[in-house]
């Protein structure tokens, strides 16, 4: 049973470009989480996703970030007109139920914008 | 709003000590927590989780404990190993409806051969 999957692993953006990052959960996992990790900081929740809808985007910021999760293919978050703040790593996890289920974390996407 | 703290923010031991992390959060009010661990350029790796119901929870040489009314959590490592060196994460939970995580912000250990 693979991992969380997310791709890339590495993604380079000059400023005002759009990024995309995607994340398949575990097989037989429903619910998806984003949350970001800045430089010199801890993860911090992005938003929480099921098949088609957006649960929780409290963490999102209002502007150019996006997520979706699509009935099929993996989630996306999208960060349109990137700028260099946004550089940092982007972990998306998946639970098979909300609950007491443990979270299991893919392994990053490092985005990187000059 | 819930903050989550860890102290220390790094931690250098030389081999075969038994170590503790603390872990305090502000709102006792929690549905679980987790610790995680973070190797340097890869994802988190959990650890053990305890229920807000739950004193403590073992994993071989790990132990967790959960003071709930006090806000706080230990992870002790026993007989620590170089393979531990990582930045030890961990995490509350609000309420079971949503799988929404508080992270501290990490305790880097070093473990010296």
């Known amino acids: 049973n693979a991992g969380v999957m997310q791709n890339p692993r590495h993604l380079v953006r000059r400023r005002g470009q759009e990024a995309r990052l995607r994340c398949s959960p575990m097989?037989?996992?429903?619910?998806v989480y984003w949350y970001r990790q800045l430089p010199e900081e801890g993860l911090k929740f992005m938003v929480y996703?099921?098949?088609?809808?957006?649960?929780?985007e409290s963490g999102m910021p209002k502007e150019r970030f996006s997520a979706e999760f699509p009935k099929e293919g993996p989630s996306i978050l999208r960060i349109q007109q990137v700028v260099r703040g946004d550089s940092a790593a982007y972990f998306c996890?998946?639970?098979?139920?909300?609950?007491?289920?443990?979270?299991?974390f893919g392994s990053g996407t490092q985005l990187s914008v000059l | 709003k819930q903050e989550v703290t860890q102290i220390p923010a790094a931690l250098s031991v030389p081999e075969g000590e038994n170590l503790v992390l603390n872990c305090s959060f502000t709102?006792?009010?929690?549905?679980?927590l987790q610790w995680f661990r973070q190797d340097p350029g890869k994802g988190l790796t959990s650890l053990l989780l305890?229920?807000?119901?739950?004193r403590e929870q073992t994993s071989g040489r790990l132990n967790a404990s959960l003071d709930k009314s006090s806000g706080r959590s230990t992870l002790y490592i026993a007989a620590s190993q170089p393979g531990d060196s990582a930045t030890y994460l961990c995490?509350?939970?609000?309420?079971?409806?949503?799988?929404?995580?508080?992270f501290g912000q990490g305790t880097t250990l070093q473990v010296k051969p």
């Open positions: 097989k037989g996992h429903s619910h």
């Open positions: 996703l099921q098949k088609e809808n957006i649960i929780d």
């Open positions: 995490a509350v939970r609000r309420d079971g409806n949503t799988g929404k995580l508080i």
């Open positions: 709102d006792s009010a929690i549905y679980n």
């Open positions: 305890i229920q807000s119901s739950q």
């Open positions: 996890a998946s639970s098979p139920l909300t609950g007491n289920e443990k979270l299991f």
